[in-house]
């Protein structure tokens, strides 16, 4: 266990390769209720996550989910996050915005002061009352199958409902930050270890197990999915993070929209890639490249040793004119030079 973000988190259980594996070949559960959890609700609450969000949320529709970002006005990411558009059983229709557990404090305070424009739309922080699991993985939705009901089950990628998990309210996503196939849960905080022992003994029969934030983090690297904090930060755009999908310039005006429209049309500084590395050893955050002729190319912003390709992999951020697929660097491991070479992301596949 270990202090993050104000929770006490599950390092591993097992061990990471172990649980790494289970995740890729079975299905793994993790407890992600440490992520912040934000319900808008009322007339203009999809004018309002427009206006914060680089994503474009007026068109959504409920059952709708979308990967977006919260960029300053200099088109800097203060987070990424999923927006969805729900309905309740009765018709109420709200959003959910799920943010970053390090970023929590950080975007409720930038939030409030636009809210204030919004005097119709009610914002409440439901992080506290709920909880958040998901079950990742190739045995997924057979798991889930015997849980939920046969709506959630038939949910396609980036959509989501309101249902109940055995008579008890439940919101249902088929997202995930592993690059496998599966679903995440909000319940009542009250409700989740029922759900979590559920959950578990349904997937007891096809080796499902519970897993830590050391293997998620080795599955993120591994779908090459970037990190806030070490892939994202004020100090980078989505550009430079090859997360321009993201951004919906197009006849709208959001916060950072004229930073980001510029900088949409100029070649970014630094752009991220991914690098497998010879050897055994890994390249961790701050790890500097050269290229083989000696000149400074960037640095690495998270490394781990992948347990699906059995060797070191890592993402970075270098010039565009290094960022070629099979271009080489010398990457210094703590005074050791280690061959890099980039690779396309994502570096692992979702599991057929």
């Known amino acids: 266990m270990a202090e ?8 591993q259980y097992e061990s990471i390769v172990v649980e790494h594996k289970a995740t890729r070949s079975s299905a ?17 609450a999809d004018a309002l996550l427009d206006h914060l969000l680089t994503r474009r949320v007026t068109d959504m529709q409920p059952g709708m989910v979308r990967y977006a970002l919260l960029c300053n006005e200099e088109g800097g990411i203060l987070d990424d996050c999923l927006v ?11 959003f959910l915005l799920v943010i970053n557990a390090s970023n ?16 119709d739309v009610a914002v409440r922080d439901v992080t506290s009352d709920t909880a958040m699991i998901a079950v990742q993985g190739p045995q997924a939705q057979h798991i889930a199958s015997q849980l939920l009901p046969q709506k959630a ?9 309101v249902t109940e998990q055995f008579g008890k309210p439940c919101v249902v996503s088929r997202t995930g930050y592993t690059g496998e196939d599966g679903f995440e849960l909000i319940v009542r905080a009250e409700d989740a270890r029922r759900v979590w022992e559920n959950l578990l003994l349904a997937g007891r029969s096809v080796g499902a197990m519970a897993v830590g934030l050391g293997a998620r983090d080795t599955l993120r690297l591994e779908a090459g999915m970037p990190l806030y904090g070490h892939e994202l930060s004020e100090e980078i755009d989505p550009y430079q993070a090859g997360l321009g999908f993201a951004v919906n310039l197009e006849g709208r005006q959001f916060i950072g ?8 049309q100029t070649p970014p500084a630094h752009v991220r890639i991914g690098l497998t590395l010879a050897g055994r050893r890994v390249a961790r955050e701050g790890a500097q490249l050269r290229t083989p002729d000696g000149q400074p190319a960037g640095q690495v912003t998270s490394g781990t040793f992948s347990p699906s390709l059995d060797l070191p992999i890592a ?11 099979g271009q080489t660097f010398d990457v210094d491991i703590r005074g050791t030079s280690v061959a890099g070479t980039i690779t396309s992301l994502p570096f692992v596949h979702k599991s057929s």
């Open 104 to 119: 929590h404090a950080k975007i409720v305070k930038w939030i409030q002061p636009h809210v204030a424009d919004f005097p």
């Open 153 to 161: 089950i038939r949910l396609r990628n980036y959509r989501g409902l």
């Open 4 to 11: 993050f973000a104000g929770y006490q988190m599950p390092i």
């Open 257 to 264: 929209a004229a930073a980001l429209q510029s900088k949409s």
């Open 28 to 44: 793994g559960l993790f407890d992600i209720s440490h992520m912040a959890r934000l319900r808008l609700e009322g007339p203009r």
């Open 315 to 325: 993402m970075a951020y270098v010039s565009p004119q290094w960022a070629q697929p």
């Open 84 to 94: 969805s558009c729900l309905e309740t059983p009765s018709g109420r229709q709200f």
